[in-house]
């Protein structure tokens, strides 16, 4: 661990910072009425300035200070993604307190497990739906003193002591008596303190709290602006919620560093709209929104009649064609301009992605064969490797150096090894976080003696250096006869079909392989109507023997890639609709494999 031991002493500072609530007093300084946010009000676009971000915050600190919120102290904030999320994020942070996010997708049993185990006196909430969470749950946390709502839209009659709404909050913080007290705690704030909680998401047990300091963060960005460009004039869009800790990283850190503008977009619901209107000129996403961009594209093909097929097919195969030549000759350079200019220009435009530099792909492993589509339309997906535990991004690749297949190079300043025991992966460098919240024993378990952190992941370090993970510890499947099998690539390649959005493949401890699949709703509603195959709702949808026969094929086709062992011998679709509301979803759309497995247990048992 020599690597990770040198960083331990050392001073990481960007532009002469070495906290995160310094670099943002200094970038709100600098820029001043140069806009910071723009939101849509009443569907108008509005712009907001970084003076707006500071003295907002400032009076949402002071306010907080005269609550009497304390140094190293967690405030929990239950919104989605907005400009007040982040006004009160930096406000605790700047008086020392620890924000944490809640996903508004939470329950209120869930709730009140997160205000418990952080021990959260304050709880800023967006509206009457979330402010409902509280008022179910509230004897259930009694710990919460101080309820905060944003928007008072449908709640002009309501009246509790322990709520207020975030207007009032302010004039509190307006009128203090020592203004100064602001600047004070935040020049208090040293690296090693936390300076964000963010909760994992409790695939394997109650979430855990992992605290992120200062200075973990400050490595990001000083290590990610080595490896990822960023300019001034950037446009961002802000979707993913901000409690994940990947859009904490792009929306609120990165910025920060670099003076972009961040848009909000107005829900999940969205999010394609919205790409369309701010066309961003970088934009992190999961698996999830490259595969459903990629059904959309797939959907207006099977519509655009033959003339129009014909020359979306010809303009991909020269993309294609284009992408994967490295001394690509004089005929190829020209076809591929036409192409861009009749067709891939166009299509770019229409996504939301044609001042793109870069595009990224982070949290679930991605199809190679997505990547090399976006490739082919003019759109560089780059895919990296990170979690909650690494601060964020601990590998990734770049448009320049894309090794596609793989999640990319170590940042400056992190190190990676596999356990010569397991294979597992361990990661080493100033990005590996402080620690979970209150629980000493999983910390323990999670960052080794000598400082590596252990990731639960499994893959190859390549002589170059670049990372390929090949799957998660405790996915790993062991058939009946003692072959051990990382269904990760299996259900990336079915992914990859614009008729599954999902897949979890099954066989610990069986004889065989089998797969519940989730189906694209859009592009299979498509397929049936353009066949006249009659269905009423989702589920008599999945019934279709078309359907069926359709899945079947893309399952064929997959297991044609893969060893007998690996082979995939039977499926099963899963009936309903999921959301993100749905326990078997995360709230960045992945299955949850062990709750699935239970739930689903009847359809498992159907195919043995």
Same mark, same amino acid.
């Given at each position: 661990?020599?690597?990770?031991?040198?960083?331990?002493? =050392?001073?990481?500072?960007?532009?002469?910072?070495?906290?995160?609530?310094?670099?943002?007093?200094?970038?709100?300084?600098?820029?001043?009425?140069?806009?910071?946010?723009?939101?849509?009000?009443?569907?108008?676009?509005?712009?907001?300035?970084?003076?707006?971000?500071?003295?907002?915050?400032?009076?949402?600190?002071?306010?907080?200070?005269?609550?009497?919120?304390?140094?190293?102290?967690?405030? $929990?904030?239950?919104?989605?993604?907005?400009?007040?999320? /982040?006004?009160?994020?930096?406000?605790?942070?700047?008086?020392?307190?620890?924000?944490?996010? +809640?996903?508004?997708?939470?329950?209120?049993?869930?709730?009140?497990?997160?205000?418990?185990?952080?021990?959260?006196?304050? $709880?800023?909430?967006?509206?009457?739906?979330?402010?409902?969470?509280?008022?179910?749950?509230?004897?259930?946390?009694?710990?919460?003193?101080?309820?905060?709502?944003?928007?008072?839209?449908?709640?002009?009659?309501?009246?509790?002591?322990?709520?207020?709404?975030?207007?009032?909050?302010?004039?509190?913080?307006?009128?203090?008596?020592?203004?100064?007290?602001?600047?004070?705690? /935040?020049?208090?704030?040293?690296?090693?303190?936390?300076?964000?909680?963010?909760?994992?998401?409790?695939?394997?047990?109650?979430?855990?709290?992992?605290?992120?300091?200062?200075?973990?963060?400050?490595?990001?960005?000083?290590?990610?602006?080595?490896?990822?460009?960023?300019?001034?004039?950037?446009? /961002?869009?802000?979707?993913?919620?901000?409690?994940?800790?990947?859009?904490?990283?792009?929306?609120?850190?990165?910025?920060?560093?670099?003076?972009?503008?961040?848009?909000?977009?107005?829900?999940?619901?969205?999010?394609?709209?919205?790409?369309?209107?701010?066309?961003?000129?970088?934009?992190?996403?999961?698996? &999830?929104?490259?595969?459903?961009?990629?059904?959309?594209?797939?959907?207006?093909?099977?519509?655009?009649?033959?003339?129009?097929?014909?020359?979306?097919?010809?303009?991909?195969?020269?993309?294609?064609?284009?992408?994967?030549?490295?001394?690509?000759?004089?005929?190829?350079?020209?076809?591929?301009?036409?192409?861009?200019? $009749?067709?891939?220009?166009?299509?770019? &435009?229409?996504?939301?992605?044609?001042?793109?530099?870069?595009?990224?792909?982070?949290?679930?492993?991605?199809?190679?064969?997505?990547? =090399?589509?976006?490739?082919?339309?003019? +759109?560089? /997906?780059?895919?990296?490797?990170?979690?909650?535990?690494?601060?964020?991004?601990?590998?990734?690749?770049?448009?320049?150096?894309?090794?596609?297949?793989?999640?990319?190079?170590?940042?400056?300043?992190?190190?990676?090894?596999? =356990?010569?025991?397991?294979?597992?992966?361990?990661?080493?460098?100033?990005?590996?976080?402080?620690?979970?919240?209150?629980?000493?024993?999983?910390?323990?378990?999670?960052?080794?003696?000598?400082?590596?952190?252990?990731?639960?992941?499994?893959?190859?370090?390549?002589?170059?250096?670049?990372?390929?993970?090949?799957?998660?510890?405790?996915?790993?499947?062991?058939?009946?006869?003692?072959?051990?099998?990382?269904?990760?690539?299996?259900?990336?390649?079915?992914?990859?079909?614009?008729?599954?959005?999902?897949?979890?493949?099954?066989?610990? &401890?069986?004889?065989?392989?089998?797969?519940?699949?989730?189906? =694209?709703?859009?592009?299979?509603?498509?397929?049936?109507?353009?066949?006249?195959?009659?269905?009423?709702?989702?589920?008599?949808?999945?019934?279709?023997?078309?359907?069926?026969?359709?899945?079947?094929?893309? +399952?064929?086709?997959?297991?044609?890639?893969?060893?007998?062992?690996?082979?995939?011998?039977?499926?099963?679709?899963?009936?309903?609709?999921?959301?993100?509301?749905?326990?078997?979803?995360?709230?960045?759309?992945? $299955?949850?494999?062990?709750?699935?497995?239970?739930?689903?247990?009847?359809?498992?048992?159907?195919?043995?």
């Amino acid at each position: 661990m020599e690597m990770s031991r040198a960083f331990t002493g =050392d001073v990481i500072a960007f532009d002469g910072h070495t906290t995160i609530v310094a670099l943002w007093a200094d970038r709100c300084a600098r820029y001043g009425d140069r806009v910071c946010h723009r939101e849509k009000l009443l569907g108008i676009w509005q712009a907001y300035s970084w003076r707006d971000y500071y003295d907002s915050a400032k009076r949402i600190g002071l306010a907080l200070i005269a609550l009497g919120v304390k140094r190293g102290e967690p405030v $929990l904030i239950l919104s989605e993604d907005r400009r007040e999320w /982040l006004y009160c994020d930096l406000a605790a942070a700047a008086i020392g307190a620890i924000p944490g996010g +809640v996903y508004t997708t939470d329950s209120a049993a869930q709730l009140a497990y997160l205000a418990n185990d952080s021990g959260a006196r304050v $709880l800023f909430v967006e509206n009457d739906e979330q402010l409902d969470k509280w008022i179910a749950a509230r004897g259930e946390m009694p710990g919460v003193e101080h309820v905060v709502v944003f928007d008072r839209d449908g709640l002009a009659e309501y009246s509790h002591p322990r709520v207020m709404f975030l207007d009032e909050l302010m004039k509190i913080g307006a009128a203090a008596a020592d203004p100064d007290r602001f600047e004070q705690a /935040l020049h208090e704030v040293q690296p090693e303190d936390p300076r964000m909680l963010i909760y994992t998401s409790g695939t394997t047990g109650p979430p855990k709290g992992a605290v992120l300091t200062h200075r973990n963060m400050i490595f990001q960005l000083t290590a990610g602006c080595e490896m990822l460009e960023f300019r001034e004039d950037d446009n /961002l869009l802000c979707f993913l919620p901000l409690c994940h800790v990947l859009e904490r990283l792009v929306s609120v850190e990165a910025p920060l560093a670099n003076g972009c503008i961040v848009n909000f977009a107005e829900s999940p619901e969205t999010v394609f709209d919205n790409l369309r209107e701010v066309s961003p000129d970088s934009f992190a996403g999961v698996p &999830r929104i490259w595969e459903k961009v990629y059904s959309r594209v797939m959907i207006m093909r099977s519509e655009a009649g033959p003339l129009g097929q014909r020359a979306f097919d010809w303009a991909l195969r020269i993309g294609m064609a284009r992408a994967r030549a490295d001394r690509p000759s004089a005929g190829l350079k020209i076809a591929h301009r036409i192409a861009d200019l $009749l067709v891939l220009g166009n299509l770019r &435009r229409m996504l939301g992605f044609a001042n793109a530099r870069r595009v990224t792909s982070g949290a679930a492993p991605i199809s190679p064969e997505l990547i =090399d589509w976006f490739d082919a339309i003019g +759109v560089p /997906l780059v895919e990296g490797f990170g979690m909650t535990e690494t601060s964020g991004v601990a590998t990734v690749n770049t448009v320049e150096n894309n090794h596609v297949g793989t999640v990319g190079a170590p940042l400056p300043g992190v190190t990676l090894k596999l =356990d010569e025991a397991t294979g597992e992966l361990l990661v080493g460098g100033p990005t590996v976080f402080a620690g979970y919240w209150n629980k000493p024993e999983k910390t323990a378990e999670t960052i080794t003696p000598d400082g590596w952190l252990r990731t639960g992941d499994i893959g190859r370090i390549g002589n170059d250096g670049h990372l390929t993970i090949t799957g998660r510890m405790k996915d790993i499947i062991i058939t009946a006869g003692g072959k051990n099998i990382t269904p990760a690539e299996i259900e990336s390649k079915l992914k990859f079909s614009p008729y599954i959005s999902d897949a979890v493949v099954i066989g610990d &401890r069986r004889k065989y392989l089998t797969c519940l699949i989730m189906i =694209d709703q859009e592009n299979v509603e498509q397929f049936a109507q353009n066949r006249a195959i009659p269905f009423s709702d989702f589920a008599s949808l999945t019934r279709a023997a078309e359907v069926q026969a359709l899945i079947g094929e893309v +399952v064929a086709e997959t297991n044609r890639h893969f060893a007998n062992v690996e082979q995939i011998k039977d499926f099963r679709l899963i009936d309903i609709l999921l959301t993100a509301e749905d326990e078997e979803l995360t709230p960045t759309m992945k $299955l949850k494999r062990n709750f699935v497995n239970q739930r689903h247990g009847a359809l498992i048992d159907e195919m043995y």
